[in-house]
């Protein structure tokens, strides 16, 4: 594990070495952080290219696919590779082992602690550097041997911008989705207590937003909120206790907007709880403290002035990418090859299954049988067609049971009224 101190880490010119930047955009978001990520990447350095791995692996196939990369790597003299969104069976886990031999390869992990288990212990074995935005997340993939680079979450600040909104057009809002551990609860809390609270993004009333509008929600808000509960889709109940780090708070600080969060464990090392930003505990935390602050127009300012010049020092991910390049830079000019003997067991070979699955029904579809053929002789080789049976049942056990969850929510048997 390597931990960086981006101050002492000289700032200068890169070098020319090509980075290729592998997405799959079908997934973009207007607040994937990784998604801003590539675009600074594209931006600050030399020659940059771009990939979407899955539309051509679906016009390819998979040999197509991996014979096509491997020329368009040779083709365009390129030495570094950025994973977006990594992707599970479009490159199996030992065909980027071995690109590895002779590519330096990255890439971040956004919410650790709702896909280490699932996904990313198995990913990061394959790769050269891992960034990832908690301070405990590094210790997750260090217990298993992994190397990994704390980056906190970081913005353009060419892009998030305070707009100088005086008169503030809501007392609350939310920006993001809906679906995660708490945040219904919080909110709905607040509205009973008289709280006026605008929600936008997904399962909201006012739908999901684009970057510019939820910009100008920030600059038009007295109080922000972030909330750390992760996805309410998680294999184990007691995941619900988990508190994340969001990158929330950087976003809206960089607007000049008060932030008011739900606790996480690594918040202090980001702000400073009572000058920059402020926290709260639980519901009657937050209705306390919402209330405080709404009444306390000058605390507000000056709080998010002094967040705002943090953010500016410490999350403008041009200022930490520009010097973060230069450490990937070197890395990758002085990289010497270790096989990391990759491990896949039934656990992940599940999700490789699944993903199988998919593109052989897609192949098909387009009267493609000789890339069927590939998927099937593929899955055979990294044996998760043994696997196929048991992941068709457990798809249709979670199909079943979300159809049973929705029925009891129409016909009200659920013991949880809707608040939202």
Known sequence: MIDVDFSKIEEQEFGTLPILILEDSNVDCYCTIDKDYASIIQQIHGPTFNLDYRTIYKQLGCRGFKKYLYEYLEKNNIRIIYFRNMPVSEMDLNFIERLRKDYFIFNYFGDVPEHFHNSYRYLSQ????????????????????????????AMDAQVYVPLGIGNKKYDVSFVGRLDRVGRKEFIAFLKQNGIKVEVFGWGSKNGVVDKKEMIEIFNNSKINLNFSGISEVFKNKIESRIKQLKGHCQEIALT??????????????????G??????????????????????????????????????????????????????????????????????????????????????????????????????????????????????????????????????????????????
């Open 126 to 153: 394959a790769l050269d550097l891992i960034l990832v935005d908690d301070y405990y997340d590094k210790f997750e993939f260090m217990i298993y041997g992994i190397e990994s680079l704390l980056l906190p979450a």
């Open 256 to 273: 000049k907007s008060f932030v008011l969060t739900e606790y996480s464990l690594i918040i202090n090392r980001i702000f400073e709880i």
């Open 275 to 420: 000058s920059e930003i402020d926290v709260f505990y639980d519901k009657n935390d937050l209705l306390e403290k919402v209330n405080l602050y709404l009444k306390n127009e000058e605390k507000r300012k000056q709080m998010a002035q002094n967040a705002y010049e943090r953010a500016l020092k410490d999350y403008d991910s041009r200022r930490l990418w520009k010097r973060l390049l230069q450490l990937i830079y070197y890395r990758a000019k002085n990289k010497k090859y270790r096989n990391s003997n990759v491990i896949i067991d039934n656990y992940f070979l599940e999700a490789i299954c699944l993903s199988r699955i998919r593109y052989i029904l897609y192949f098909m579809r387009c009267f493609k049988f000789h890339l069927v053929w590939e998927e099937i002789s593929a899955s055979i080789k990294s044996r998760s067609i043994f696997l196929i049976p048991v992941v068709i049942i457990k798809q249709i056990v979670m199909i079943l049971r979300k159809l049973s969850r929705r029925f009891k929510k129409i016909l009200g048997l659920t013991g949880r009224p809707s608040k939202i």
